[in-house]
């Protein structure tokens, strides 16, 4: 693809290419609106996702490739299930949130060593990326307010690691994703609040 070798403008001593420029503006669009809790978001969101995904193969981040084509049929998901209105912001029940702690945990442990054997550029924090982003796409799916909590820190993870890996761009795309997510937490927490009494609204996961 032309777009993927094409370079648009050098950053840090780094080019940016076509195709990783649109993925980055793509997706702070579809992240900025998701803290809106806006429907619009989702197809956003899809596209944005394979882009990434294109970009991430070819940089041999493969946890990170997977995690955007996950995204894409996750996008579809939440673009038919969240109602024409958008996001009405809930919170977990305590069961939900043990397991989707002890979820992550045991994937976590258990997909690295796959990643080491395929020859990964990142093992550890491509593989928190991967699980953090996945659970954080379902609970966001089903309108839960700690969806931003688990970005939050899957942000902080990922932005240090394109950064070690020179994708200096990208780090700086994730950072900003970061500041997104905290913006994200607390729209959706007041918004959780409000509506539902906070104390009253542990629904099921």
């Known amino acids: 693809m032309e777009g993927a070798t094409l370079i648009l403008f050098t950053a840090w001593d780094y080019q940016v290419s076509l195709l990783e420029?649109?993925?980055a503006t793509t997706s702070l669009i579809a992240v900025y609106l998701g803290t809106t809790g806006q429907k619009v978001m989702w197809p956003w969101w899809i596209i944005s996702?394979?882009?990434y995904a294109i970009w991430f193969i070819d940089a041999k981040y493969y946890a990170s490739f997977a995690t955007q084509l996950?995204?894409?049929?996750?996008?579809l998901w939440g673009w038919v299930a969240w109602k024409k209105t958008g996001a009405e912001p809930a919170a977990l029940s305590f069961r939900?949130?043990?397991i989707s702690v002890i979820a992550f945990a045991i994937c976590w442990i258990a997909f690295a060593p796959y990643l080491k054997s395929v020859g990964a550029v990142a093992i550890w924090s491509?593989?928190?990326g991967l699980l953090g982003s996945l659970i954080a796409q379902v609970i966001m799916v089903k309108e839960k307010w700690e969806n931003w909590a688990l970005w939050f820190a899957v942000d902080i993870v990922l932005t240090i690691q394109y950064f070690r890996g020179g994708?200096?761009?990208t780090s700086?795309?994730?950072?900003?994703f970061t500041a997104i997510a905290i913006l994200g937490w607390i729209r959706w927490y007041k918004s959780a609040k409000e509506v539902d009494g906070f104390s009253n609204a542990q629904h099921s996961l």
Do not use: M, P, Q
């Not at 996950?70 to 996008?75: A, L, P």
């Not at 700086?172 to 900003?176: A, F, R, T």
């Open 96 to 98: 939900g949130r043990v």
């Open 49 to 51: 996702s394979a882009l």
């Open 70 to 75: 996950i995204f894409v049929s996750f996008g």
């Open 172 to 176: 700086l795309v994730y950072l900003i």
């Open 167 to 169: 994708a200096y761009f």
């Open 126 to 128: 491509d593989t928190f």
């Open 21 to 23: 420029f649109a993925a």
